[in-house]
């Protein structure tokens, strides 16, 4: 053998013996664990909800003697409409609920009632008093349930998908027989205002020193051929010796 035979061999056999030392090294290596930000990386990311207002869990408006109540599925009052209180907060907490802005119609008012502004959702009603004009000496004056700030009328059993109804689940449109046979109904003898079921009271006191029970309630107005409950309002004073 000549020296570059001889060197060749040694290449080779050294070569050979580097590639089965790589070769067993791979088949015999411990897998390298994942990087603490590998694995945060791939973990499923929460899914956000977002909370539910109370308020978006109005599905009914109930007429009430003092107060126009919202309540959830549950039966459960979420919050409330004072008639006495702010028109434009009662305004925009009825926008939220039924999810649009009122169609809005002006009244000059009489010798009975002040001037309005009836601001309507279809079915559903509110009208806000303006005491104004020949009403004027009532502006600066606390407001009552005779002299509200708003009252509400419903002339349909719903709207937008929020029920329109009373303590008692009358609703507009509901037969006048099956409103007569309500136990516990109330006629009002002067006929200054339709048959009531709930009412609050209070004692008031007239001109004359004397002191009379004086209700405020929810009352039902007939169709024309009084078949069936045309409109519900509130807050209506029941005034049975005479209207006023």
């Known amino acids: 053998m000549n020296g570059f035979t001889g060197v060749r061999a040694a290449i080779v056999a050294t070569g050979t013996f580097v590639l089965t030392a790589v070769l067993l090294t791979g088949c015999t290596a411990a897998p390298v664990a994942p990087s603490p930000s590998t694995v945060a990386s791939e973990a499923p990311s929460p899914i956000a909800t977002a909370a539910v207002e109370p308020i978006d869990t109005v599905v009914a408006l109930v007429a009430r003697p003092e107060a126009l109540e919202m309540r959830d599925a549950s039966g459960a009052v979420v919050t409330e409409l004072d008639y006495l209180g702010d028109v434009d907060a009662a305004i925009a907490t009825i926008e939220r609920v039924l999810g649009e802005a009122p169609v809005d119609e002006e009244f000059p008012g009489g010798s009975h009632n002040s001037p309005s502004t009836a601001h309507r959702w279809g079915a559903f009603e509110l009208w806000e008093r303006r005491y104004v004009d020949n009403w004027s000496e009532f502006a600066s004056r606390e407001r009552t349930l005779y002299r509200p700030s708003f009252s509400v009328v419903f002339t349909g059993p719903e709207v937008a998908g929020v029920a329109l109804t009373t303590e008692d689940g009358i609703v507009a449109g509901t037969s006048w027989t099956d ?3 309500m136990p516990g109904l109330q006629l ?15 004692d008031e006191s007239w001109p004359d020193g004397t002191v009379h ?12 051929d009084a078949s069936a409950i045309l409109r519900v309002r509130a807050p209506l004073a029941i005034h049975e010796e005479g209207c006023a």
């Not at 009002?188 to 209070?202: F, H, I, V």
């Open 213 to 224: 029970e004086q209700r405020y309630g929810v009352d039902f107005i007939a169709n024309d």
């Open 179 to 181: 409103l007569q046979a």
């Open 188 to 202: 009002n003898p002067s006929g200054c205002s339709g048959p009531y079921l709930d009412y609050t009271a209070y």
